[in-house]
């Protein structure tokens, strides 16, 4: 996800973000910026910012700034995806600051070139640290596709933390092909924690069967974050779209709270307070719980409360997308200028907004949009963005034919 965010550094030149990286903290205005030129880098193609990142990623200094610039560094190396930076992730494996070896397993993941039996070695032994570490080692196995040699993996299964257990049920789902790991993980969909929720959806993703599709999409955890997993899922090998799982990822994408599970939490009174608390709730089933409560009141109140919370808590990225999606999923008509506001949102941040009102043009018929969502479906980078686009934009110009206009 980090790519969406590109934009925000792009007042960075590549230039000035080697020249920070290689500064003494201590030298810079703020330390801070040299762990941002990492980031920086993580976005640009030369040689010689790869040359720089693969420096950072082996600098071993104590120093706070230092040592964040250093994972900052191996997850920018993640994202440029060359092998070179190979020999420097390995050795980070071996790191105790478990947030660096953590992104070290990520990027090897990321770059996706075969290991030989040393390296899978390497990446075996990270297995004997925090609980977060293991996770991510595991899923490296996974996204790589390493077979389970000493059983270690398999012994993971039976971890008494679900996040541990979840990645190595994925790991045996995709490489050793027993889908009896995907039952706990659908189970885990379900479960009142948010954070054991998004586990599952990440791991559902790892583990690529279709068969978890359809509890995935009702999950109440972020759209992005199922949409990540569901493309995931459903694409082949060629990148093409499964026929069969279409129109499970419209309903995802389209993301109706009536649709999701959300009876493992409790149900928001239909009250202005109750919604507005809910909406602003960390955990998205709590945000999700409050937008349906919104949707059963009478249509004067909707406008009314959606016209209160753009103008209070408009600017909340989550917030900002639910009315979008809100307004067309109710046929608000008039409040189709949010939906056209929305769709022309270009901080990334919002990216998400875009997908909701990329659906409520649809809805609402909003013709005078095809020319920005064609923009968008041929060039937006963001898959559940693009791919929306393309789908509205289809609906529309059919819904113009039809109609006669």
Excluded at 51 to 66: H, K, M, P, Q, V
Excluded at 86 to 95: D, G, K, R
Excluded at 336 to 361: F, T
């Amino acid at each position: 996800m980090a790519e969406r965010f590109d934009t925000l550094f792009s007042g960075m030149s590549e230039e000035a973000a080697m020249r920070a990286l290689r500064s003494d903290p201590a030298e810079l205005d703020n330390p801070g910026t040299k762990y941002l030129a990492a980031t920086r880098l993580g976005a640009c193609t030369s040689a010689a910012s790869l040359d720089r990142l693969i420096e950072a990623g082996s600098n071993t200094t104590d120093n706070l700034y230092e040592r964040i610039t250093r994972r900052k560094a191996l997850e920018a190396l993640g994202r440029r995806k060359d092998p070179k930076a190979l020999p420097v992730l390995i050795q980070a494996l071996q790191a105790e600051d478990e947030p660096t070896v953590v992104n070290a397993a990520d990027a090897i993941a990321r770059i996706g070139s075969p290991l030989d039996p040393q390296r899978v070695t390497a990446l075996t032994q990270a297995l004997n640290g925090p609980d977060n570490q293991r996770r991510a080692i595991v899923q490296a196995f996974t996204r790589l596709g390493i077979h389970d040699q000493g059983g270690v993996i398999d012994q993971c299964r039976q971890d008494d933390n679900p996040l541990v257990a979840g990645a190595a049920h994925a790991h045996a789902v995709r490489v050793e092909g027993d889908r009896q790991g995907l039952t706990p993980l659908m189970r885990q969909l379900r479960d009142e924690n948010p954070g054991r929720r998004r586990a599952a959806v990440i791991d559902l993703g790892d583990a690529g069967r279709v068969e978890g599709l359809s509890g995935l999409i009702r999950c109440p955890v972020s759209m992005p974050l199922r949409a990540k997993s569901a493309f995931q899922m459903a694409t082949n090998a060629d990148g093409s779209i499964k026929p069969e799982t279409t129109a499970l990822i419209e309903q995802l994408l389209q993301d109706d709270p009536r649709r999701l599970d959300l009876e493992i939490v409790p149900t928001t009174e239909p009250s202005p307070q109750a919604i507005r608390d809910g909406l602003q709730h960390r955990d998205e089933a709590r945000q999700y719980a409050a937008a349906k409560a919104l949707m059963v009141l009478p249509r004067a109140q909707q406008l009314e409360q959606i016209d209160s919370l753009r103008d209070s808590l408009g600017s909340d990225y989550g917030v900002h997308y639910l009315l979008a999606s809100c307004t067309g999923l109710l046929d608000l008509h008039e409040r189709s200028d949010l939906v056209r506001a929305a769709l022309a949102e270009s901080a990334p941040q919002y990216a998400k907004s875009r997908v909701a009102a990329a659906w409520s043009c649809v809805r609402l018929k909003l013709h005078d949009q095809i020319e920005l969502l064609s923009e968008l479906g041929r060039s937006n980078p963001w898959q559940p963005l693009q791919w929306s686009c393309l789908r509205a934009t289809e609906f529309l110009q059919q819904l113009r034919t039809t109609s006669g206009l």
